[in-house]
């Protein structure tokens, strides 16, 4: 057992035993006579528990969360402290050497001059009347690419001397005894940026005694570096949370007099773990936007927001050329936007009559027997996975869909069509929609129902003229909601609808929907900063605000209504 | 049994050749929920034209028997009412009445005023548009003009009736409901403590309300309020325990209570 896990059931043992000192403690210092406390004895307990607990839980939360980060960078300095007398070799090597001088100094000129001639072409383009020159600016961006093309080749010319200078610096050094943590500092600090992560991963791995994806004497060399720092800050913490532990029971204890106001403590305290909750769970969710959000700009860069809302065209795999940036295929967004319109109406079609329809019944019209069956059934509905709906959507009533048009003489009939992914995706909605209905309607005062009664209207108008106008707005919001819903559906609608990016009214046809290119742009492998992926978080981030506006809008309707009948 | 016959109106002598002829008769009715008994050979004769109010502890049985008289109890699942109850003679509980119809002739207005999710034209112009009252636009909304002034709401009202009825104070409200009632020309009105949501100025209202209308219907009012009771009836009937224990002219029943559970009740010995 780790030495954490150790100190941390001391430090619920400790826990434990503060509870009862305090209220030992309290009951004691009246002498049994608790009526004279200010608070219940277990409030007392409850007051050195979690002082006792609280301070050295949320360490060792803090040491679980950033313990390892810190070991990173503690590993981190120190090996760049080892490396800086090779690196200063190093400097001193590529100063002195001719070749790589020449490489940098063509570079930085070449550079330059791309530079400059983008600053003449911005001149041209300005420029008005006689000025104008097409031919010129033609001339000019040429010019500029092959200058770029010479830049880019110096810099790369340059880059690979550096590393040849790094290698023979490198087997010097070893060469000449120097120690692996010296080599191994050199080859991290050497390293380019993403391979230097790799590098420390690689040894925290081996310092944690798992697999990594390579091994040699200098990541050997840093893993024993990570492994003494782990050690240090873990007999740290462990040692400063029964410090805190203990330190909390001793202060706390002495507090307890009996006009100590435990309770309202105790209640601040409660107070405060709430709301931390809570600010957790909105700050996840802001987090979440928040990266949508700044996905969604990077994507925006290279694909204008108009384009990506209002295009036509929805080819995010074809890549038309490896190396143009933003180039690879269409971002036009309307045909997702489309199919997740058609499913969900298809979807609403099916679920808000039946669904309704079957909410009457059940609350006006059902014997309790009835309902106390049906209405669980009606539930359990609403609790099998979308993947079973998924299959028999394709298994059972895709084919059967396209038997059935085969038959009335359409021809080329998908199975995977918009109509049998909304139509399964409706069956799964109804009981949503029939529960929540069912609620509000029962919800609408039978005070309501007496005096339509009364009145002698029959049952079937007191529904259609009191009971339905009372409960419509909330009836609408649940309709909201279950369209909030259907949007964000996917798995029947990858399984069931296919994937063709096709921009139709046609339901016998397949379409996709904003959730299902979600899925397919982020499955297998990608590339992270590619528009294809990017493209995603821009999806994501419209299929946040459709939702996001269904359901304040749901809520406000579902809130106006709360107002008028409580 | 008790002498429940007293109760019957023709032995209430002294009322002199005024007297308004009977409108209900009840003879032995009771009823039971579940099976518990609730009322019990309830007897009584109420006249027409004027104003009979029912008192008595909660859970009495005072609703109960108001909601037998327009056959509300059929609402109510497990309700089973037994004896005879006639309204101009014809039996309420008879097989061959159509709840629909008798309802449309006993109107009721409850404790909470309930205004439905509508304008307060349409909740007035609720009733004769599911019973065909009105033949054009023009007759529904001379409808709803007569019944929103018999219920004295007009003045208030008539320039906002497309606001829903629900906007309108609780004392409004129920001047509404009561609109809502008279729009269908009944003959009885049942009134199950419609004042005990209000404040002593919409209740005064309603009271002066009430007494308008006596001229026109038969009123049956539920009360907890002595001075209500004493204030707007003619004739008084105490409840106790699901049964009745005493009926006659009100200013009988409050200054010389035959019974002694009368007395108790009326002077505040229990309740
Ligand atoms: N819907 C019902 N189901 C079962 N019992 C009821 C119902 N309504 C009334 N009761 C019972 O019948 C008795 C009389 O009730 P009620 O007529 O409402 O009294 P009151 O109106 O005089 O206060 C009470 O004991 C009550 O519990
Ligand atoms: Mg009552």
């Known amino acids: 057992m780790s030495v954490i896990a150790i100190v941390a059931l001391m430090v619920i043992v400790m826990l434990a035993g503060g509870f009862y000192v305090g209220r030992a403690r309290a009951i004691g210092a009246v002498n049994g006579n608790t009526v004279r406390l200010h608070s219940l004895p277990n409030y007392h307990g409850y007051y050195v528990a979690i002082w006792t607990g609280l301070p050295a839980f949320l360490l060792l939360a803090a040491y679980g969360i950033f313990g390892g980060q810190a070991v990173e960078r503690l590993t981190f300095s120190e090996l760049q402290r080892e490396a800086s007398a090779l690196n200063a070799r190093l400097e001193e090597r590529l100063l002195s050497d001719a070749e790589y001088e020449e490489f940098r100094g063509a570079a930085l000129q070449l550079r330059e001059r791309v530079n400059a001639i983008g600053d003449d072409m911005q001149r041209l383009r300005s420029a008005r009347g006689e000025e104008r020159d097409p031919a010129r600016l033609e001339q000019l961006q040429q010019e500029q690419r092959e200058a770029l093309n010479s830049a880019t080749a110096a810099e790369e010319a340059a880059i690979g001397r550096r590393a040849e200078l790094v290698a023979a610096v490198g087997s010097e050094a070893e060469a000449a005894g120097a120690s692996m943590r010296q080599l191994a500092g050199f080859e991290l600090v050497q390293a380019p940026r993403e391979q230097r992560q790799l590098f420390l991963s690689d040894a925290m791995q081996i310092a944690n005694g798992a697999l990594s994806s390579r091994e040699s004497a200098e990541l050997n060399a840093a893993a024993r570096i990570v492994a003494r720092y782990q050690d240090r800050i873990r007999y740290f913490v462990a040692v400063l949370a029964l410090v805190f532990a203990a330190g909390g029971l001793l202060r706390t204890r002495s507090q307890v007099i009996p006009d100590f106001r435990a309770r309202n403590h105790v209640e601040r305290l409660i107070t405060g773990l709430l709301l931390l909750s809570s600010v957790l769970a909105i700050l996840t969710t802001v987090g979440i936007v928040f990266s949508l959000l700044f996905e969604s700009i990077r994507f925006f860069s290279t694909v204008p927001v108009s384009e990506f809302l209002f295009g036509l065209q929805w080819s995010p795999q074809i890549a038309l050329r490896a190396d143009q940036v933003g180039q690879s295929g269409a971002f036009g967004a309307v045909p997702l936007f489309a199919g997740t319109a058609l499913i969900t109406l298809i979807a609403m079609a099916v679920a808000v009559p039946i669904g309704l329809l079957s909410a009457i019944y059940l609350s006006e019209y059902a014997g309790p027997r009835f309902r106390a069956t049906a209405k669980p059934v009606l539930e359990i509905l609403a609790g099998i996975p979308t993947v079973v709906y998924g299959f028999f959507a394709l298994l059972t009533v895709g084919p059967a869909i396209r038997g059935l048009f085969t038959w009335l003489g359409f021809d080329d009939v998908v199975t995977q069509s918009a109509l049998s992914a909304g139509l399964v995706m409706g069956v799964m909605i109804i009981p949503f929609i029939s529960s929540l209905s069912d609620d509000v309607i029962n919800s609408v005062p039978q005070t309501l129902r007496d005096g339509s009664y009364a009145m002698g209207a029959t049952r079937s108008e007191t529904i259609t003229r009191v009971v339905m106008p009372a409960a419509l707005p909330g009836i609408v919001g649940a309709i909201l909601l279950a369209v909030s819903r259907a949007v964000g559906e996917t798995m029947i609608v990858v399984m069931a609808a296919g994937q063709g990016a096709n921009l139709t009214a046609n339901p016998l046809e397949s379409v996709t929907t904003i959730t299902v290119q979600i899925v397919m742009l982020l499955t297998g492998d990608q590339e992270f900063d590619s528009p294809k992926t990017l493209s995603a978080f821009a999806l994501g981030l419209v299929l946040f605000v459709i939702t996001l506006i269904m359901n304040v809008i749901a809520l406000r309707v579902v809130q106006r209504y709360r107002e008028k009948y409580d | ?271």
């Open chain 2, 1 to 271: 049994m008790p002498d429940n016959q007293s109760h019957i109106l023709d032995q209430n002598a002294g009322f002199g050749e005024t007297e308004p002829p009977i409108k209900v008769a009840a003879r032995d009715v009771c009823v039971a929920y579940d099976g518990k008994q609730a009322l019990n050979h309830v007897s009584i004769d109420i006249p027409d034209r004027s104003v009979t109010a029912f008192i008595g502890p909660s859970g009495c049985g005072k609703s109960t028997f108001l909601r037998c008289l327009n056959r509300m109890n059929d609402t109510i699942e497990g309700a089973r009412v037994t004896g005879s109850l006639k309204i101009d003679g014809a039996e309420v509980n008879d097989k061959s009445i159509d709840p629909v119809v008798l309802r449309a002739s006993v109107g009721m207005v409850f404790q909470k005023p309930n205004p439905f999710p509508k304008s307060i034209y349409d909740n007035v112009a609720y009733g004769p548009r599911i019973h065909g009252l009105a033949l054009s636009r023009n007759d529904l909304d001379g409808i709803v003009e007569s019944s929103l002034k018999k219920a004295g709401l007009w003045e208030e009202v008539a320039d906002r009736l497309n606001d829903p009825g629900t906007s309108l104070s609780g004392g409004q409200q129920q001047r509404l409901v009561i609109a809502r009632a008279i729009a269908i020309n009944p003959e009885v009105i049942l009134m199950d403590e419609p004042c005990s949501a209000l404040d002593p100025i919409a209740t005064a209202k309603i009271e002066e309300l009430i007494d308008e209308l006596r001229e026109n219907y038969c009123i049956i009012i539920v009360t907890h309020s002595m001075q209500q009771a004493a204030r707007v009836s003619q004739r008084t009937a105490f409840f106790h325990m699901g049964t009745l224990v005493e009926f006659g002219r009100t200013e009988d029943i409050f200054t010389n209570p035959r019974d002694p559970r009368t007395q108790d009740y009326i002077t505040g010995r229990f309740g």
